[in-house]
C-alpha cells in the first residue's frame, strides 16, 4: 500500500507586534547559525573534530554568557 503524503500551503498575516517578534526571532537563530558555522571553521583549522551536539552547545552556552547575546 503506498502512502500519501498530504501537502498545505498556509499563509499567515502577522500583526505588527508579532511580525516584529518572529523579525527578532529569525534573527537571534541566523546569529547563533552563523557562530556555529564559524566555530566549526576554527576548529577545523585547529584539526578537532567535534560533534553538532557539543557545537551547540558550546554556541548557546557562550552566547548566554555575554551580555550582548544574553
Do not use: W
Request: charged share 30%; hydrophobic share 35%.
Amino acid at each position: 500500500m503506498l502512502a500519501m503524503k498530504a501537502r498545505f500551503r498556509h499563509r499567515i498575516y502577522p500583526s505588527r507586534p508579532q511580525r516584529l517578534m518572529l523579525e527578532k526571532t529569525f534573527g537571534c537563530t541566523r546569529v547563533v547559525y552563523n557562530d556555529v558555522i564559524r566555530l566549526r571553521q576554527d576548529l577545523y583549522q585547529q584539526g578537532e573534530k567535534v560533534n553538532d551536539t557539543e557545537l551547540q552547545k558550546r554556541v548557546i552556552t557562550q552566547a548566554k554568557s555575554t551580555v550582548e547575546r544574553g
